[in-house]
DNA sequence: TCCTTATTGAAAATAGTTTCCATTTTCATT
DNA sequence: AATGAAAATGGAAACTATTTTCAATAAGGA
């Protein structure tokens, strides 16, 4: 029977009870931070946006969820190269539709794209299938990330030629 | 005038000096081993293979010239999910020539693999002229990985099923 | 050889994340 | 609605990879 701070997606309680977990405030609180923010944050990130409204819970309790989170698919993480893990919420529990992500080496800014799939689900039914029976290796998931320069820190590079 | 105990690759004392950098033990010694080992090596395994050889080199000078090495894009780094960067040889620099890698999420093998370049060149090129367009957007590098089940871990786990 | 400056090594600091453990909470069963 | 077993939580401490600090050392042009 859904609680009465039940916000989140309604999902989430038969979500949870399917996979024997326990419907939890911490584990509602940060599904709806995810819904709510479509970015691309950090553990930390989360952590301050959730402790706002709700100061109990802990940043370990964070960490925990997001970790169940994405075990069972509904967040998906992933590592920029700053050195923090950054999760977005899965495209099929209501997160931005697949894309994939541009990363700017000199800001750390992160920018969404989704055109050009096509190509890439080419590539990847390609690949997948050569690999598995090459290698008996059986692909469940990828990355493809591009870094560069982005539009930002072209500008301010010209900017400082000119002095 | 190259030292008597260079013993690496003969162009590295050149290519330092040519970027203000000068030539020293440590420094000829982890792109010995980075010559020497085509694995995917962490800082802590170079530094290993360093000490073993020269005991007086510190892990920290390992993780500064592996940064180094890096910048000046003798070395490549990578990250492979585990919470430590792995580091190899550029291709240009004597490394394995162009590859992708493969990696199993259950024992964390790393497979290196170089068929299937093709398809991805194109989506590349066709996604960096895009990209650049319409978001002015200046790609400098790229990600490629694949994820999965290995042969071994698939091996394992009809295994345990059997029993 | 001398001298400036880059480089080094050891220890301490840092940052993100995980573990530990005593307490609290969920929820199936009374 | 009360009970109790097991899961989940929070805070502190631990952990891990990496970076910084700083005094000592070494490179290489003069």
Redesign the pocket.
């Known amino acids: 029977m859904p609680?009465r701070w039940m916000a989140g997606p309604p999902w989430l309680?038969e979500r949870?009870?399917g996979c024997?977990?326990?419907?939890?405030?911490?584990?509602e609180a940060v599904l709806q931070v995810l819904t709510q923010t479509p970015e691309h944050l950090?553990?930390?990130d989360i952590y301050f946006l959730v402790h706002a409204r709700?100061?109990?819970?802990?940043?370990?309790?964070?960490?925990?969820?997001?970790?169940?989170l994405v075990r069972m698919g509904i967040v998906v993480k992933f590592?920029f190269g700053?050195?923090?893990?950054r999760f977005e919420l899965a495209a099929h529990s209501g997160g931005k539709s697949h894309h994939h992500h541009l990363i700017c080496t000199l800001c750390g800014r992160v920018i969404d794209y989704s055109d050009f799939l096509e190509k890439e689900k080419e590539l990847l039914q390609t690949t997948q299938k050569g690999l598995s029976e090459k290698y008996n290796f059986e692909i469940t998931d990828h990355l493809i990330q591009f870094y560069g320069k982005c539009q930002q820190c072209k500008n301010a590079e010209k900017q400082a030629e000119r002095r």
Chains 1, 2 share one sequence.
């Open positions: 609680r309680y949870l009870h024997g977990y326990r419907y939890t405030l911490p584990r950090s553990a930390e709700y100061p109990q819970i802990g940043l370990t309790t964070v960490y925990r969820t997001l970790d169940l590592d700053d050195g923090r893990a």
